[in-house]
């Protein structure tokens, strides 16, 4: 089964990155499916209801989420900073991609997230991948990569 899970992981990541080549050649990226469109909706839905149990149910078992800093975490730490705490938190998407491929998907997006730190508002910017697998007719999240938008001096354009 893990080997199942790790050979469509790199399917997946392979294909994600080929459909991104053919964007950066200025063919235009396919339609997104509407399976990866309502089961992104719905994790923002989730996230800003702070309802973990809902994000969980949608979590294949083992799951990952991969952070910018190379971390390869259980999914469920990911989902407990996204909907904990005592405030709110506000996730909204744009640009979003994604493929289907048999029984598995991926889905990337932008994102902003409106959150509270040190009881200051602040607003995330980044972009998010996540790797979805058809069991049962449900969608399951087997991986999520989130990166926060960063602009390094002498690397990335300063706004």
């Known amino acids: 089964m893990n080997k199942v899970k790790s050979v469509s992981l790199v399917v997946a990541l392979v294909l994600l990155t080929g459909t ?14 509407q399976a990866m469109q309502d089961a992104a909706n719905r994790i923002v839905a989730l996230v800003n209801n702070q309802n973990a149990n809902g994000l969980e149910t949608m979590t294949a078992e083992g799951a990952l989420y991969l952070d910018e800093d190379g971390h390869a975490l259980p999914v469920t730490a990911w989902i407990g900073k996204i909907t904990g705490g005592e405030v709110s938190k506000e996730l909204a998407i744009s640009g ?48 999520v990569h989130g990166a926060l938008e960063q602009h390094v001096r002498a690397i990335a354009a300063q706004d």
């Not at 991104?20 to 499916?33: D, I, N």
């Open 96 to 143: 979003m991609r994604g493929q289907v491929m048999g029984n598995t998907g991926w889905v990337s997006f932008n994102y902003t997230l409106n959150e509270t730190f040190e009881n200051a508002p602040v607003v995330l910017t980044g972009t998010a991948s996540v790797v979805l697998q058809q069991a049962g007719g449900n969608w399951m999240i087997q991986m």
């Open 20 to 33: 991104s080549l053919l964007a950066q050649r200025g063919a235009p990226p396919p339609s997104v499916p």
